[in-house]
Structures are given as structure tokens and as C-alpha cells.
């Protein structure tokens, strides 16, 4: 399609101006799928080229991604939670921390602080997590706004676990299996635990406490700690893996299939609260001026960020998926660049497919 070459040009462009190493947008439009590519794997110790079927880092993508999955698959098939209960109604805890309603931990309005590093205390497992959770004090009354807490998504890992008695990373994978992914289509936790070949992924970071290149291991430091898993970081995916989720999610979002329960998935895309631009897992996109779509997407739009440089956006009522995978902390996390970057490519996207 050469009206895409101006994406290509664009990323080319990121890359040549040291916005990120390189990229892989992954585009879904009225049936058609785009798959461009641009730039390198890796500046060290050497240069790679970087190949659309590459795995990447996706970083905080995971919170929806897998968790969010997840808890749209165990919602529809059973009762077992209900997002309007207090957290007490399901965990021994007490306190403020107990009364508060399942969804706020989904929507980042539960009153957390943003974040700990939970990573010092070796080892680590998600029951010191939680024990630490339970001793904070709330930096906030609960739904008078939102704050972007990653101590949301351990709290609903462990609540899973509790709940369902297995893993968090096997009801992941029962989830997926039901969706049937294509053998190209990649998303798993801990790749190098499973036989994936350590040149077929795309490194982060250079791991300040080891001096070593990340390259297999979450970028994150409290996931990498828990061994890899978690509902808030560590999972990995290409392109083809990113894209599928979302088609099935489409898909049963528009009643096109039943492979989950389409009621819990509109729940999960359409979720309003006032005080928060999250729906539950899913971000929405800034009505404050700056976002990451560029402004060009719906009102009905939902998508992520992921701290490596990953994102995606699904614009529900055009049917419209845009991915966007690099590794932009590779080397070094300081670079920011991406931030200006995503909205301009976000414009570029809906411009190449007419859509203005």
C-alpha cells in the first residue's frame, strides 16, 4: 500500500534521529493488516537489524495484555468476582486498604502510591509484595482521582492466585489457549525459559545493578525480581502476537465472536469514572491537551503505553488497531523522545489510511 511508505519514512526517520534503535507498527484497518518495520535491534555490543517477527519487551502493556485478558475470560465464565466488592470480601485485609471496591485497583483510583522497590528485599515472592502493600499508607482518598500505580496490578495478581488457587502465569495461558494463536504469533512470559532464542529478541536496558545487557528479562525490576511474572510488567510479544489479542478483543467487543463473554469485554473497553482516564486495565486518551494518539482517534478509544517504548491504541468505533513495539531504553533508559514521537506517528497513521 504506498500510502504507508510514509510510515516507513517515519520511522526511519525515529530511528535516524535516535528516537529508538528501531520499530515494528503492526496496523489493523477494515480487515487489512500492515506490518512495517524500520532500524536496528541493537546498537550493542553490535549492530543488529531488526526483523518485523522480532520479540519485544512490552513492558506495562502487560497489564491489559495479560491480566486484563485474563480477567475478562475468568469473569465470563464465572461469578467468582464481583469489581464492586471491597477488596475485604476477598483477602484478610483490613483497614481503609480492605473497603475499597475491586475496579479501583483496575482504574488507578484505589489511593496507592505509584510505585515501591519492592526488588531490594531478595527474594522476592508476591506475598511480601502484598504484605508490604497492606503496611502503605493510601497517598489519597480512594475515587477522588487517579494515579498511575503499578502496586495496583500486584494486588490483582495476588487476588487471582487466591481466588483460583493456580499461578498467575497459568491462567494466563489458559486464557490464551483459548484464543488459538498462530504459531507466529508470540506472547509469553520468561521467552528464554521457554527456548526462545535470545537473537530472535530485541534487548532493553543495560542493567545498572549487573552491567549487563537486558535481553530475555523484564525491563521492569520489581516483574524481574518475582522471577519474570506478574499482572503489572514481563511479558513479551511481536507484532503478530500484539495484533491478534486485540482482533479477538475487536471481535467480541463487536459481537463478531463469542470466544469470550462479549458483556464483560464492553465492561472492560466502556468503563467510566470521572476521576480516572483509565477504563479497567485500559487507558483512554488524554482529554488534558497532550496524548499520545495525536488526537486523531475516537472517543471510544482504548489503549496502553509500555515504559520500553511499546504502545497500542484501538480505535472501537472506526475498528481501527495500531501497534507501536521499540526498545527505546536501549541502550539507556533516559531517552524520552518517544513521547513527541508516538503522537505524530498516531496523526500519520489515520492520514495514510484516509481516515482525517
Same mark, same amino acid.
Given at each position: ?22 520499530? %515494528?507498527? !503492526?496496523?489493523?484497518? *477494515? ?11 541493537? +546498537?550493542?555490543?553490535?549492530? @543488529? ?32 468476582? #464481583? ?8 483477602? =484478610? $485485609? ?32 508476591? *506475598?511480601?509484595?502484598? +504484605? ?6 493510601? @497517598?489519597?482518598?480512594?475515587? @477522588? ?12 495478581? +495476588? ?51 549487573? &552491567? ?7 525491563? #521492569? ?17 511481536? %507484532? ?11 471481535? $467480541? +467487543? ?34 488534558? !491537551?497532550?496524548?499520545?494518539? &495525536? ?10 503505553? !509500555? ?9 472501537? @468505533?472506526?475498528?481501527?488497531? $495500531? ?7 536501549? =541502550? ?10 508516538? =503522537? *505524530?506517528?498516531?496523526?500519520? %497513521? ?7
Amino acid at each position: 500500500m504506498k500510502r504507508l511508505r510514509i510510515l516507513f519514512d517515519l520511522l526511519k526517520d525515529g530511528v535516524d534521529k535516535g528516537v529508538f534503535p528501531g520499530a %515494528v507498527a !503492526g496496523i489493523f484497518n *477494515q480487515g487489512s493488516t500492515y506490518i512495517i518495520s524500520a532500524g536496528y535491534a541493537s +546498537y550493542t555490543p553490535f549492530l @543488529e537489524p531488526l526483523e518485523e517477527d522480532m520479540i519485544f519487551d512490552l513492558a506495562s502493556l502487560t497489564k491489559p495484555l495479560a491480566l486484563g485478558l485474563t480477567l475478562i475470560n475468568l469473569m465470563g465464565e464465572s461469578s467468582l468476582i #464481583d469489581l464492586y466488592k471491597p477488596l475485604k470480601d476477598y483477602l =484478610p $485485609v483490613e483497614g481503609p486498604l480492605g473497603e475499597i471496591p475491586l475496579f479501583r485497583f483496575l482504574n488507578h483510583t484505589s489511593g496507592l502510591k505509584a510505585w515501591c522497590p519492592f526488588y531490594k528485599e531478595r527474594p522476592l515472592t508476591l *506475598q511480601k509484595i502484598i +504484605y508490604t502493600i497492606l503496611n502503605l499508607p493510601l @497517598e489519597y482518598k480512594p475515587g @477522588e482521582k487517579y494515579l498511575y500505580s503499578d502496586l495496583n496490578f500486584f494486588v490483582v495478581t +495476588y487476588l487471582l492466585e487466591h481466588i483460583y488457587g493456580e499461578p498467575f502465569e497459568v491462567l494466563f495461558n489458559k486464557t490464551k489457549e483459548k484464543l488459538s494463536l498462530k504459531k507466529r504469533e508470540v506472547l509469553l512470559f520468561n521467552p528464554l525459559r521457554k527456548g526462545i532464542d535470545p537473537e530472535r529478541i530485541v534487548p532493553t536496558s543495560v542493567d545498572w545493578e549487573s &552491567g549487563k545487557l537486558l535481553r530475555g528479562l523484564a525491563e #521492569d525490576e520489581n516483574t524481574r525480581a518475582l522471577s519474570g511474572v506478574s499482572g503489572t510488567a514481563g511479558l513479551f510479544g511481536n %507484532v503478530y502476537g500484539v495484533l491478534a489479542v486485540l482482533k479477538v478483543l475487536l471481535d $467480541v +467487543y463487536c459481537g463478531l465472536s463469542n470466544i469470550l463473554n462479549r458483556e464483560i469485554c464492553r465492561i472492560f473497553f466502556e468503563f467510566e469514572d470521572p476521576s480516572s482516564c483509565f477504563t479497567l486495565t485500559f487507558m483512554k486518551p488524554s482529554k488534558e !491537551g497532550h496524548s499520545a494518539t &495525536g488526537g486523531v482517534f475516537s472517543s471510544k478509544t482504548v489503549g496502553h503505553l !509500555g515504559y520500553t517504548g511499546c504502545s497500542f491504541f484501538m480505535d472501537l @468505533e472506526r475498528g481501527l488497531i $495500531v501497534v507501536l513495539l521499540s526498545n527505546r531504553v536501549h =541502550p539507556y533508559r533516559c531517552n524520552e523522545a518517544i513521547k513527541e514521537f508516538r =503522537p *505524530q506517528f498516531h496523526r500519520c %497513521v489515520v492520514e495514510a489510511l484516509g481516515k482525517v
